[in-house]
Nanobody, 115 residues
Framework: QAPLVESGGGWVQPGGSLRLSCGGS????????TYWYRQAPGKQRELVAAIRSSGRTDYRDSVKGRFSISRDDTMNLVNLQMDRLKPEDTATYYCNARSEVLDRWGQGIQVTVSS
């Protein structure tokens, strides 16, 4: 199975916004739980946000109120809107989709927040 594909990363100044998207072939995100993880250099990978097939969302405390995960069933994408970004949000962000029959990851995309 082909990996998921993340897009939308890059560099932004503190306080700015970025929107990450996750797409893939031969997958329906509305049948999965989709997660966004991130990993900063020298640190462990951490869960940032999740959206279930029901639409229920969860966030780690440090991004609540700033990040929003959503699903576009027409385009078959899962998006992560990141606002009021901070330097500590700098990391490689990974998309992961899981169900009873699959567990697929993207290759990661870099997000850098600095002045």
């Amino acid at each position: 199975q082909a990996p998921l594909v993340e897009s939308g990363g890059g560099w932004v100044q503190p306080g700015g916004s970025l929107r990450l998207s996750c797409g893939g072939s031969e997958i329906r995100f509305d049948s999965c739980t989709t997660y966004w993880y991130r990993q900063a250099p020298g640190k462990q990978r951490e869960l940032v946000a999740a959206i279930r097939s029901s639409g229920r969302t969860d966030y780690r405390d440090s991004v609540k109120g700033r990040f929003s995960i959503s699903r576009d069933d027409t385009m078959n994408l899962v998006n992560l809107q990141m606002d009021r970004l901070k330097p500590e949000d700098t990391a490689t962000y990974y998309c992961n989709a899981r169900s009873e029959v699959l567990d697929r990851w993207g290759q990661g995309i870099q997000v850098t927040v600095s002045s």
